[in-house]
């Protein structure tokens, strides 16, 4: 193992360590991880990971993808929730991970999301409707989604960092 291949790895594990924690600004850290691991297996020339697992690898960055939008349309279209408050659901939701995100060493952002996709689907909804409770219900179904899909997009990131550590290994 040579000094360069050492340094990839480091800046590989840097890098999909910062892309896991992108995913709770809404932003898509699986696609960031699985970027970096196929530059990292072209500059390495497919010597620490394998092809296979970069084929592993690509399948769960689409589940992740995939899943993380499923479940915040999933139980908000059961709700009612209109394409006009999931949109603004999901711009609340980056926005307020944004604004939240220097709090509570980090968590604010999952708070901010939470919140801020509550707000986005709630505000919407009131203006559609002039129902508080149905926009409040509406609301707190499309924060719960974003959380779900969050969280489960978080953990397909960190089983692929596993994967790949564990195949470098």
Do not use: Q
Request: proline residues 1%; glycine residues 10%; positive net charge.
């Amino acid at each position: 193992m040579t000094a360069l291949h050492i340094f990839f790895i480091i800046l590989l594990f840097v890098v999909m360590g910062i892309a896991t924690i992108s995913i709770v600004f809404g932003l898509p850290g699986t696609i960031i991880e699985f970027v970096s691991v196929l530059i990292f297996v072209l500059l390495t020339k497919a010597h620490y990971i394998g092809w296979y697992t970069v084929i592993v690898l690509a399948v769960l960055t689409i589940i992740a993808e995939l899943g993380e939008t499923l479940f915040g349309i999933k139980d908000a279209r059961k709700a009612g929730v209109s394409r006009k408050a999931m949109t603004a659901s999901i711009l609340g939701a980056i926005a307020g991970s944004i604004v939240l995100a220097p709090f509570l060493l980090g968590i604010g952002a999952i708070i901010g999301a939470v919140l801020g996709a509550f707000a986005g689907a709630f505000a919407v909804s009131i203006i559609e409707n002039k129902k508080a409770a149905d926009a409040l219900h509406k609301g707190w179904v499309s924060a719960i989604g974003r959380l779900k899909g969050t969280i489960f997009k978080g953990i397909i990131a960190i089983i692929m960092i596993i994967i790949c550590a564990v195949e470098i290994l």
